[in-house]
């Protein structure tokens, strides 16, 4: 391609809208345009990338025994009513009308869509296994859409389903998936760790995530430098911090005045943080709970979420707080009447805790489990951080943040309990299939690939998703034996198949260096007057400094050596 014909025009300097720097990349090399918040155009050096991340999930996919299908992204809400996850997505689902005044949904996944598909052409467990795959765009409403192509509300995914008629066959999938996501991020540039995660509300006995690591990412990730265990934050395991037993003493109140924080107390009783307690006031489908955790962890949403078995979780707001009584700073869960409460296994490590009194100005000293405090549930509601004791060997854990580039996880019989997508056993029963489900956002690939592959010049993408292989510039163009050679050269490799980009604009050779940078194919082929007098081209890869000075007539033979090796 010609860049003198290519539509795309690179920038110089960033936008002032861009966040991170592969969206910083991505604007100024003219691969997408943003035309609403988390909406946004590809231009052709967008499609060619993203073209060739789709390409290399289906080889994948394909081999791992997939069939793509495609399933349609407008669907009537009345299906998501019926698996119940209307309710489950809240205002992340775009819901709207027809013309005839149906209500309909601009899908945000695909799981009824496919059970319904595969329940059509299921009827004995010689039908299955089954696994179907897709490469459809998706919409979610993102409350704060982010980092260009890492959180959009249009976006291109791959989302795989499989379907089985026991646990066993779910597994044998399950590892194959597993290590075709291993394949693609190692294709496409992307060093990926795979970690435990949550199932969220649909649940599932397993479930993993593959995170870059990076700063700009969203999700915080637990690891183990010496067994290896890694998690999401919102997973983690850990072993809790020992806290100070003693024979346990008769409660009291004491005042404290002002006293609303947990370094409050600490500076005024004499305490560590791991000798109080604290309570997190929340609503849960409408219902107020309170969980309580010892004053050196913090509560896991996520965690509680998955205790309590509920749809919708947030925080209590101070207006709700009021009205039901509780005295913000002083709250507590010891004698507390009528709300539920949710407490963290912490609580039963330590004794003579301080805990609010639910009076205004006072606390309680002496506090103890299960004398004073008896909880509706005891779980794992506390969120494991960096420092925190591995569950496995002991090891202090790090923490990193990271972008989630795949899932993976095991849906059991979620959806085809929900939509009757039965098949009959053995014994001539009818039992639910069981499905596992494996996503990845191909726009999300593309951004994390130029996160990895970058310097301060511009991009340095690997050939397997770089748009083009080649950017070939020919230097004074208005000169006939330069554009007669660098024609040549683009002629040669285009008939040996390398992808190339050829500027043969009249712009200066800053310009043209500046673009072959930040553009960053993995070749650059310069042609020069000063170098045609020697019959030869200057050949440099991307991620090397210094260029090699090659005869014109091995020139296309000498680049496809390069990518090749």
Not at 168 to 190: K, P, W
């Amino acid at each position: 391609m010609r860049l003198s014909q290519f539509l795309g025009r690179t920038l110089r300097s960033n936008p002032s809208e861009a966040e991170t720097d592969n969206h910083k990349l991505m604007l100024r090399t003219g691969m997408i345009q943003q035309l609403a918040a988390g909406v946004y155009s590809y231009a052709p050096l967008a499609i060619r990338s993203l073209t060739k991340i789709a390409n290399i999930i289906r080889e994948e996919m394909n081999a791992a025994g997939g069939q793509e299908v495609k399933l349609p992204t407008l669907q009537p809400r009345e299906l998501w009513q019926q698996s119940g996850r209307d309710a489950t997505f809240g205002p992340d689902l775009i819901r709207l009308q027809d013309r005839r005044g149906r209500e309909m949904v601009l899908a945000p996944t695909h799981e009824e869509a496919v059970t319904l598909l595969v329940k059509q052409h299921l009827q004995s467990y010689r039908d299955l296994p089954m696994l179907v795959y897709q490469i459809q765009t998706k919409f979610r409403d993102e409350v704060r859409p982010r980092g260009g192509l890492v959180r959009v509300r249009e976006f291109d995914m791959k989302d795989g389903y499989s379907f089985h008629a026991d646990d066993e066959s779910l597994d044998e999938t399950y590892q194959r998936m597993v290590q075709a996501y291993h394949n693609i991020f190692q294709r496409c540039g992307i060093p990926a760790i795979q970690i435990e995660a949550d199932s969220g509300a649909i649940g599932g006995k397993d479930s993993h995530e593959f995170i870059m690591p990076s700063e700009i990412g969203e999700d915080t990730f637990i690891h183990c430098p010496k067994c290896g265990y890694a998690a999401n934050a919102e997973r983690a395991a850990f072993t809790r911090p020992a806290a100070p037993s003693e024979a346990e003493l008769p409660m009291e109140d004491v005042h404290t005045p002002g006293q609303k924080t947990i370094q409050d107390l600490v500076d005024n009783l004499g305490v560590t943080p791991a000798q109080t307690l604290k309570v997190v006031i929340y609503m849960a489908d409408g219902e107020m709970v309170f969980a309580t955790v010892r004053g050196d962890l913090d509560v896991n949403d996520i965690k509680l979420k998955r205790a309590l078995g509920c749809i919708d979780l947030r925080l209590a707001t101070d207006e709700e707080v009021a009205a039901a009584g509780i005295s913000a700073g002083s709250a507590s869960a010891v004698g507390m009447t009528g709300i539920k409460i949710v407490a963290d296994e912490s609580i039963n490590i330590g004794t003579n805790f301080v805990a609010g009194a639910n009076k205004a100005d006072y606390h309680i000293l002496n506090v103890n489990t299960p004398r004073d405090l008896k909880p509706d549930l005891i779980a794992d509601i506390a969120m494991a951080e960096g420092g925190h004791a591995c569950l496995n060997c002991g090891t202090a854990f790090e923490a990193a943040r990271g972008i989630e580039v795949g899932h993976v996880f095991k849906l059991g019989t979620f959806f085809s309990e929900a939509l009757e997508a039965t098949f009959q056993d053995p014994e001539g029963q009818q039992q639910p299939a069981i499905m596992g489900c494996y996503g990845i956002g191909v726009g999300r690939l593309l951004a994390a690939a130029v996160e990895q592959n970058r310097d301060e010049k511009g991009m340095c993408l690997p050939a397997s998703v770089a748009p083009f292989h080649v950017y070939l510039a020919g230097l004074n163009m208005d000169k006939e034996e330069v554009a007669a050679a660098a024609d040549s050269i683009y002629e040669e490799l285009l008939d040996a198949g390398v992808e190339v980009l050829y500027d043969d604009r009249t712009d200066s050779a800053g310009v043209k260096f500046n673009d072959a940078d930040l553009l960053g194919f993995p070749v650059r082929v310069v042609v020069s007057p000063r170098n045609l007098k020697e019959g030869k081209a200057e050949i440099k890869l991307r991620i090397e400094s210094e260029a090699n000075v090659v005869a014109l007539e091995n020139a296309a033979s000498y680049v496809t050596t390069l990518l090749t090796t």
